[in-house]
């Protein structure tokens, strides 16, 4: 069965950074992806960022770039993703999944996984 946890979120202060992580289990190889998104209250599902596990390559939204970056340690099957320079914009629920779908560019970005497994999603809360 493979599950994804993730941790790290909390409440800060706008200007604050925060790391959260995703870490994996269940999968017995490192060949896939890990996304990150969030959902804000009454707003869709946003994809913020893709990792490949085995390679390190990623990408990243445009909404995002330049104050979050996500990174692995494939030894840990764990995904991070440092937000810095947070604002009250970017409160809302952050979940990674071992599905990534994302814009950059003028290009979508998408990649999915036979077990599509989506972590239970970690609240960050950045006040003014």
């Known amino acids: 069965q493979v599950q994804l946890v993730e941790s790290g979120g909390g409440q800060v202060q706008t200007g604050g950074s925060l790391r959260l992580s995703c870490v994996t289990s269940?999968?017995?190889?490192?060949?896939?992806?890990i996304g990150w998104f969030r959902r804000a209250l009454g707003k869709e599902r946003e994809g913020l960022s893709c990792i490949n596990m085995r390679e390190g390559l990623t990408e990243h939204a445009d909404s995002i770039k330049g104050r979050f970056t996500t990174s692995r340690d494939r030894f840990k099957h764990t995904a991070y993703l440092q937000m810095n320079n947070l604002n009250p914009d970017d409160t809302a629920t952050y979940s990674c999944?071992?599905?990534?779908?994302?814009?950059?560019?003028?290009?979508?970005?998408?990649?999915?996984?036979?077990?599509?497994?989506w972590g239970q999603g970690i609240q960050v809360t950045v006040s003014s």
């Open positions: 269940g999968l017995t190889s490192d060949s896939y992806s």
């Open positions: 999944s071992t599905y990534c779908d994302l814009i950059t560019g003028d290009f979508r970005y998408e990649v999915s996984h036979w077990s599509h497994s």
